[in-house]
C-alpha cells in the first residue's frame, strides 16, 4: 500500500497576490470575451472545475495524521480517505476547495460520542487525484467510499458537499440521518459570484452552463439540492451562521423547507468555516445523529448561545 501523504501546512498566498493575480484575469478575460467566445467559454470551463487548494491548519494536518489514512478505487485515480474510531460510520464530505482535515475537529466529536468518522478528500482536492471536478463525480466518489467502508449510519456534508451529498442519496446511497453545515440550495450563488469575480458576461455564462451540462450528463436543475430535496427520507439537520459570507441563510432556510421533515439551526458569528471547529455544534450535531437526543440532554457547555433563535419555517 502506498505511503500516506503528507498533510502539513502549506504557505498561503498573500492578499496582495491574489488581488494582483485577479486584476490579471479579470482584465484578460476582458480582451478575450470580444475577441474569441469560444475559447473564453473553455477557459471558463476549466477554471469553473478546478478547485483551489486548502493550507491547512497544524491542528487539522496532526489529527489526519492520527487517523488510518486508505485508499478508495475510483475511475479517474485513487482517493485519500482517513478514517477514526470504532462504531456506526459517519462519512464526511467537504465543500469545493476544502479537504477532509477540515473535517477533522467535528471527527474527534464524533469518536468521542462513541461513532466511526471516515473524511474523504474529494477528486482533485486534497491528497486525492485529479485536476478537475464536479458535484456528480463527487457523488461517485462517496458511493466509492461507502463501498469499502460498509454500512453508513451518518452522512455529513459541508458547503458544496451537500450537492455531492444529496446526489449520492438520489443515486442509492443509504443513510439513517443527514446533517449539512453551511450547504446552498442551488448553484445561483456560486455561480453570481463566479461570474462577478471574473467579469463574465451574462451570454458567455449561459454558453458555458450549456456546455458543463452537456460534458457532465445532467441538468443544471437536475442536480441541485431542492430539487432533490423532496424525494429525500432521511432526516436532515441544517446548521447555517447567520454571518456565513459564502453561502447565505437563505440557502440554508430553503433547502430545509424543501426538505420533508427537515430541522434548521442557526448559529451566530461562526461564518463559513469556523463552524466546522466549534464545539457547540459538534454536540447538536452527536446529538442530532444520536436519534435526534433533545437540548435538556446536552452537556451543559454545549448549551452556551452559539446558536440564535430561529422562527419557524414556513413549510
Known amino acids: 500500500m502506498p505511503d500516506v501523504p503528507s498533510a502539513r501546512p502549506k504557505k498561503r498566498p498573500t492578499g496582495r497576490s491574489q488581488s494582483t493575480l485577479l486584476f490579471l484575469v479579470r482584465a484578460g478575460f476582458g480582451v478575450l470575451q470580444r475577441l474569441a467566445p469560444p475559447v473564453a467559454v473553455g477557459l471558463v470551463r476549466s477554471l469553473w472545475l478546478t478547485p483551489g487548494k486548502l493550507a491547512l491548519k497544524e491542528s487539522e494536518a496532526s489529527a489526519l495524521e492520527r487517523g488510518r489514512g486508505f485508499q478508495v478505487p475510483f475511475d479517474e485515480g485513487a482517493l485519500w480517505a482517513w478514517s477514526w474510531g470504532r462504531g456506526p460510520t459517519v462519512l464526511l464530505a467537504h465543500g469545493w476547495a476544502g479537504c477532509a482535515g477540515q473535517m477533522t475537529p467535528l471527527a474527534d466529536a464524533l469518536v468521542a460520542a462513541g461513532f466511526r468518522a ?73 455561480a453570481e459570484r463566479f461570474c462577478r469575480t471574473l467579469g463574465l458576461t451574462p451570454a458567455l455564462f449561459a454558453r458555458f452552463r450549456v456546455e458543463l451540462e452537456a460534458s457532465i450528463g445532467v441538468p443544471w436543475h437536475d442536480a441541485e439540492p431542492r430539487s432533490l430535496a423532496p424525494r ?61 437526543a433533545p437540548e435538556a440532554e446536552l452537556p451543559a457547555w454545549a448549551q452556551r448561545p452559539a446558536f440564535a433563535p430561529v422562527a419557524e419555517l414556513r413549510r
Request: avoid cysteine; charge should be neutral; hydrophobic fraction near 50%.
Open 118 to 190: 471516515v473524511a474523504l478528500d474529494m477528486p482533485a482536492h486534497g491528497a486525492s487525484g485529479g485536476k478537475r471536478t464536479h458535484g456528480v463525480q463527487m457523488a461517485r466518489a462517496l458511493l466509492a467510499l461507502a463501498e469499502v467502508t460498509g454500512p453508513v449510519h451518518s452522512l455529513v456534508a459541508h458547503s458544496f458537499g451537500a450537492v455531492a451529498a444529496t446526489l449520492a442519496l438520489e443515486r442509492g446511497l443509504r443513510a439513517e440521518r443527514v446533517v449539512y453545515i453551511g450547504a446552498p440550495s442551488g448553484f445561483g450563488a456560486f
Open 232 to 292: 429525500m427520507t432521511a432526516p436532515l439537520l441544517v446548521v447555517h451562521d447567520r454571518e456565513d459570507r459564502e453561502v447565505e441563510l437563505a440557502e440554508g432556510e430553503a433547502l430545509a423547507r424543501a426538505w420533508p421533515g427537515a430541522r434548521l439551526e442557526v448559529t451566530q458569528g461562526l461564518g463559513h468555516n469556523r463552524i466546522l471547529r466549534e464545539p457547540t455544534v459538534h454536540a447538536r450535531v452527536v446529538a442530532f445523529l444520536k436519534a435526534g
